[in-house]
């Protein structure tokens, strides 16, 4: 066992848990090495039956202390949460640590889940051996953090690094989190299917699932981006428009923090390769006050958070390959 801030940390087994606002990611390392992982979708009933969900993982695997990733901001001593705008039910004060440790009888750490992601990329993928960086992550709406002199600022409560609540189009769509125009509001994985949705239904089509023929299955972010590579000139506007925005935050945050890597990774962040050719003139724009940015792709794909839930449990860093794919220096 590991002394920290919040207790004794097990520095063996543990299972890391990525709460997300459609899919639950989960990983169990041990001995410094990734044993098994897998995906669930997320209940949409409430926080109860999300601990049932993790209870029951955790049942079928042998580990000392689960971390817990989430979307949104946590009470003062990180026990329970307060505002989580994309996940379904009444998470306001919900004691999710207390609940689970019940349900499992293991320890229960929580952080933000681009707080995981970041910890996860600073320590085993992209950002390594980088100590200044901004962190974006892509998935049913956008999340990011802050790494400065080699950690990732959290602060009380979890909220440091809120970009995807950063205003991107004032007086635009209401947000989850009750702002209007947030830039998750025009570049989230949720406001990309549902432009993408919008603009199917203005044709009077829907969106086809290739392998039944049905025409009525939801529009996805993975639908948007295959339509703008075959052409689509209206799906290439929504990517612009994100990329647009993307790259006007992102450039407002660098120039404020004075730095220049950007590390970019989520379930959604395959539709930036679309995004970045209208991203890098926003960021170009700022190469006079910050110098030239560099843009990473996340090295460790869609379980970065749970990765990171997992080191946040416990005392010792995952082994990973060391390839740092970059996306490119603008």
Known sequence: MVATGSGTRPAGSALGVDIGGTNIKWVHRADAAVVARGTLRTPAAGPAQVVAAIAEIAA????EAIGVALPGHLS???????????????WQGFPLADVLERATGKPVLLMNDARAF?????ALGSARGHSDVVFM???????GAIALGGTVLRGSGD?????????AAPGGDRCGCGARGCLETVAGGRALATAWSRALASRGTGNEDRSTGNQDRSATPEDLVQAARSGDTTARKILDTAAT????????????????????GGGVAPAFDMMRQAVEPALRDRRRLIGPVTLLAAALGPYAGAMGATLNATAQPLAVPSALPRLSAI
């Open 60 to 63: 079928a695997r042998t580990v």
């Open 76 to 90: 003062p001593d990180l026990r329970s949460t307060t505002t989580i705008p994309n996940i379904d039910g009444d």
């Open 118 to 122: 970041a910890s996860a990329e600073l």
């Open 137 to 143: 992550t892509m998935g049913t709406g956008i999340g």
């Open 159 to 167: 909220k440091i690094g809120e970009i995807g609540h950063m205003t």
């Open 245 to 264: 925005a993307v790259g006007t935050v992102l450039g407002s945050v660098l120039a404020q923090l004075g730095l220049s890597t950007v590390v970019v």
